[in-house]
């Protein structure tokens, strides 16, 4: 008898491009597996890897009660109609209604996985502490109708054990979605150059654009920096393009819009990372890593994983552009310590964070 597992998240994009592997992985073993997401960009290109779209509606930034609940019914009845042996639920939105859903439709096991906590743990501000409050209360709930609950990082892992949202035994770490070592792989690097420094990310302020920047400016000449990454629109923490426009002219740094990263990757020596958003394992820095870069990120959740500090790369302080300065400036400084934190972090990447670890991890958590 065939079993189906249903992969549940709210962007069509996080199944394609994140979890992509696992899927294939088992509809290979003969598994039924369905991506449960609203259409988008790559919904259509499930069929290319035997995988079954199914579309809902969710509201990514709601928080109308009314809203919410249509969604959590919405996900519950095409469960019913499918009645999956698994259901594995990805993000926030997607963990908390698909466990509750997953568990009226009558799914006996239920997987979710925190991959990151995002801004509302970071901020201060009435509105952050009282959804914060509502996320964990919810994830309390989530948690008790799971099976196990899957961490990309030690620091979630502990704070929601400390909490009593999750017990330790039900509580599973799995480094990061996993990348293929084998398509990300060092360059060949022209020597006698500027070296090149390079962000790859959303421009917001959790992610450290500004500090960014502003340590680009400090250091000036010395380098040549470069951030592949866009505005994201509507979020009040974002880079304006006025501001784009006013460090393109100004000559900080050149900016690519969204684009793919990896021959920014490929022809670049300094990765970095300065963010402080609550990140669940930060793929760009493991792409980093597998390319041989020397990566500079903060010493916060998520990130400070990614690297082993003073050999893969060099932590600094959150929000400290004038840390993150001394820390770039030191790699731009000392090409031989570049080069071998770079082949330190290739070694790295295979050895934990390849995506043949990953799927097998996932494998044996599904039995």
Known sequence: MVKTIVFLSHFDGNLYLFRLPIMEALAQQGWRVIALCPSGEYSDRFAEHNITHIDYRVDRAGLNP???LKTLWQIRT???KIQPDILHAFTVKPNLYGAIAGRLAGVKRIFIS???LGSFFLESDLKSRVVRTLILALYR?????SVAVVFQNNDDRTLFIQKRIVCEKEAVLIPGSGI???LWKPAVRPPNRKPVVLFVG???AHKGIYEFLEA???IGEKARFIVV???DAGNPWSLSQEAIDRFSQEGVAEFTGWCDPKPYFEQADIFVLPSFYGEGLPRTAIEAAATALAIVTTDSVGCRESVIDQKTGLLVKPQDAHALQKAIETLIDQPAKRAAMGEAGRKLAIERFDIHQIVKAYLKLYG
């Open 66 to 68: 009314l809203h919410e």
């Open 78 to 80: 095409i469960l019913k």
């Open 114 to 116: 925190v991959t990151g």
């Open 141 to 145: 709930l989530a948690a008790r109708l």
């Open 180 to 182: 293929d070592t084998r």
């Open 202 to 204: 959303r421009l917001i």
């Open 216 to 218: 680009a400016r400090a």
């Open 229 to 231: 990454g866009s505005i």
